[in-house]
């Protein structure tokens, strides 16, 4: 069975703050993906790496891929009440597409 | 572009009645997917579909049906609603490597 653990649970930081989310498997995926759900919403992509070792920036948000593919973190820089949210990650393992699965997620609250 | 629309945003069953989820996508994707969310539990995959006529289980498929008539649509059946169902559950759609969520359906059961 894979499994996708995501780590902290829940985070609550101040404004201006920097935070790092991470998600560890025992098993390599083919790509994985980082969304952002916001309440009563459905989650929204925010980045998929596919290279082992990738690194990608999107505005304040890094996302790195890790060497052996099984781990991926996201680091906030200067967090924003804007940035309040449940953060998923999701890794697909490859063959049919319906093997993606998601980790339980990361309840972040930015506090102005 | 409507992407992927879900109807209805709310509703309420009582135990043992039967209702049909609606999910359409004008991104003509092939692959499209049914979720339920649950508090603790993340997304869990119930139901997909690599293309019309074609639907295969996920990780909990027990009590839920599919069909794919069109590349569209990709509706979801409760045959007899049980509490174990209450829950949200989203749609989406996916794309090469992306893929795109409905806005929600949330399901109480009584």
């Known amino acids: 069975t894979q499994l996708l653990e995501q780590s902290p649970q829940f985070l609550s930081i101040q404004e201006g703050e920097n935070l790092t989310v991470y998600c560890n498997s025992s098993?390599?995926?083919?790509?994985l993906q980082w969304y952002r759900q916001e309440p009563g919403e459905g989650p929204v992509l925010l980045v998929t790496v596919v290279t082992g070792g990738e690194v990608k920036k999107l505005k304040r948000l890094t996302f790195q891929f890790g060497d052996a593919r099984k781990d991926s973190s996201l680091h906030i820089t200067a967090a924003q009440p804007g940035d309040t949210g449940l953060y998923l990650c999701?890794?697909?393992?490859?063959?049919?597409?319906?093997?993606?699965?998601f980790g339980k997620g990361t309840k972040l609250s930015v506090k102005p | 572009n409507a992407g992927v629309t879900q109807t209805p945003k709310f509703q309420v069953l009582k135990t043992g009645q039967s209702m049909t989820l609606q999910c359409a996508q004008d991104m003509n994707h092939e692959y499209m997917s049914w979720y339920r969310q649950d508090p603790g539990m993340g997304l869990r995959l119930i139901h997909y579909s690599v293309g019309a006529g074609i639907t295969d289980q996920g990780e909990v498929p027990n009590g839920y049906n599919v069909s794919r008539s069109t590349t569209e649509d990709f509706p979801l059946r409760l045959l007899s609603a049980a509490p174990s169902q209450t829950s949200v559950y989203f749609c989406?759609?996916?794309?090469?490597?992306?893929?795109?969520f409905g806005p929600g359906t949330r399901l109480t059961v009584t």
């Open positions: 098993s390599v995926f083919s790509s």
């Open positions: 999701a890794g697909y393992y490859g063959g049919s597409q319906g093997n993606l699965i």
């Open positions: 989406a759609s996916m794309g090469l490597y992306e893929q795109y």
